[in-house]
């Protein structure tokens, strides 16, 4: 195994550790530079990440984790001004924003972690202030609200604590409407969308086996979100992180039908079923009766790489546009960005300004 310095096509540097099933066919033998250096396509490398269950790809995956994350030292190349421009903060841009959304309804998706709390080292304790409670409770007064988490349901909820509001849990594989009449939904509350449920006797066990294996790993947590589950690194020691991604690998390895992808330091093992927070993005359009509107305009506000799926789903049906919460540069499909949380309220708090004074 060997450790090469790769420039990826965008412009981030990463040292990654390069085992030798790495590169697959489609980036075999790739071209050395001048001055050592190994160019590699971005996009290939972060599908190769994620492909942890197809081969030996751990180190590569934690050195990625490394680099995606906000406390890394390493040296970014990107500029930020540059990165800034093309994902420009929506706080700035918020009269072209509202502006864009006239004559239309605006439905609002938002992300919990990072997004509504900031991000903590004990995931059971990733509280959302008073403040920003009742910002998102006005929010909801003014336009019909989902919360999109990888969190189990009822998990995010009581850290919510808002019965106004839609909630996609499990990454949007549990979806359940406003349990308090809204002028969005008078009807009783109900389990609006279970797309996993076949899973759920594989998921309890899993979560039984990586608590078990990863025991030894100090710090190391695994969080049952229901429909899916969380093996977070945050409290982990850095120079363990590839251990653990281990011993999750070892375990997933006799599981075909999950899959692990990558957040802001944590794993996430999720059925193969092909739904995602975009997906429960257009499920939720379509619940509120805006399948086929074109004067619907949805916003999605996220931090996390599961964000971009949504994302993803907003600039290819060309309505509304995604909020990147982020203080690096990152690849993204959104098109604004916010730093921290204290914007995400901010921005929330203007919307709600905005609507009361154009009627
Ligand atoms: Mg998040």
Request: proline letters at 6%; a positive charge.
């Amino acid at each position: 195994m060997t450790k090469q310095k790769v420039v990826v096509a965008d412009g981030i540097d990463m040292a990654v550790v390069v085992p030798p099933a790495l590169f697959s066919a489609e980036v075999k033998k790739p071209p050395l530079m001048p001055n050592g250096y190994i160019t590699i396509n971005k996009k290939k490398l972060l599908l190769q990440n994620l492909e942890i269950n197809g081969g030996t790809r751990v180190n590569a995956w934690v050195e990625s984790m490394r680099a995606s994350s906000p406390t890394s030292n390493r040296k970014r190349t990107q500029d930020q001004s540059t990165w800034m421009d093309r994902h420009p903060s929506a706080l700035n841009m918020f009269d072209e924003i509202t502006n864009a959304s006239k004559g239309k309804q605006i439905v609002m998706f938002l992300d919990y972690d990072g997004t509504l709390s900031p991000i903590v080292d004990d995931p059971d304790r990733a509280y959302m202030s008073d403040a920003m409670r009742a910002t998102v409770r006005k929010l909801a007064g003014c336009f019909p609200t989902a919360i999109v988490s990888g969190r189990c349901r009822d998990k995010v909820y009581n850290f919510v604590k808002l019965a106004e509001l839609y909630y996609a849990g499990s990454h949007g594989m549990d979806i359940r409407g406003p349990s308090k009449g809204s002028k969005y939904k008078k009807s009783p509350p109900s389990v609006l969308c279970q797309p996993a449920s076949e899973y759920l006797p594989m998921i309890d066990e899993v979560y039984g086996l990586l608590m078990e294996k990863t025991k030894s790993t100090p710090g190391a947590k695994v969080e049952n979100n229901k429909f899916c589950l969380s093996v977070h690194f945050r409290c982990v020691e850095e120079k363990k992180w590839s251990e653990l991604a281990a011993q999750v690998r070892s375990v997933l390895k006799d599981y075909p039908k999950l899959r692990l992808s990558q957040g802001r330091k944590v794993l996430e093992i999720r059925p193969t079923i092909k739904w995602d927070k975009g997906k429960a993005l257009e499920f939720l359009l379509e619940s509120l009766g805006y399948a086929n509107c074109t004067d619907v305009f949805p916003i999605y506000i996220g931090d996390d790489r599961t964000d971009e799926d949504a994302f993803m789903v907003l600039k290819e049906r060309g309505q509304g546009f995604g909020i990147l919460v982020s203080k690096i540069p990152k690849d993204t499909s959104a098109s604004y960005s916010l730093q921290e949380p204290s914007e995400v309220m901010d921005f929330l708090q203007r919307l709600v300004d905005w609507k009361r004074h154009s009627w």
